[in-house]
Nanobody, 126 residues
Framework: QVRLVESGGGSVQAGGSLRLSCAAS????????IAWFRQAPGKEREGVAA???????TYLDSLKGRFTISRDNAQNTLYLQMNSLKPEDTAMYYC????????????????????WGQGTQVTVSS
């Protein structure tokens, strides 16, 4: 089992930056991919970015390079650096992990992930 706890959310003005963190505990050695998802009220949950154990990454195309995903294996921590934030980035952000291996890079598909955190709120004001 894997436990995920997000932190780093908050309120920021448009154009600002935040760095989200996700601390993982448990059998983290067995995870293949870890990702960030987000969901705003009335909106579908969407994948933001994912990274696997080989440092292959996948990003939501609409982010246009504003977000960067990374991990610190020594501390079992996942990060999401969020730059040039826009009001439409306002959402609850979740980290997720999977122990299922997939060729071709980590997917931004929620059903693929079997461990989820409780989320951290990001609010971007105009």
């Amino acid at each position: 089992q894997v436990r995920l706890v997000e932190s780093g959310g908050g309120s920021v003005q448009a154009g600002g930056s935040l760095r989200l963190s996700c601390a993982a505990s448990g059998y983290t050695y067995s995870t293949h991919s870890i990702a960030w998802f987000r969901q705003a009220p009335g909106k579908e949950r969407e994948g933001v970015a994912a990274i696997d154990n080989y440092d292959y990454t996948t990003y939501l195309d609409s982010l246009k390079g504003r977000f960067t995903i990374s991990r610190d294996n020594a501390q079992n921590t996942l990060y999401l650096q969020m730059n040039s934030l826009k009001p439409e980035d306002t959402a609850m952000y979740y980290c997720a992990a999977t122990n299922m291996r997939r060729a071709g890079g980590p997917p931004l598909v929620a059903p693929w992930y079997n461990y989820w955190g409780q989320g951290t709120q990001v609010t971007v004001s105009s």
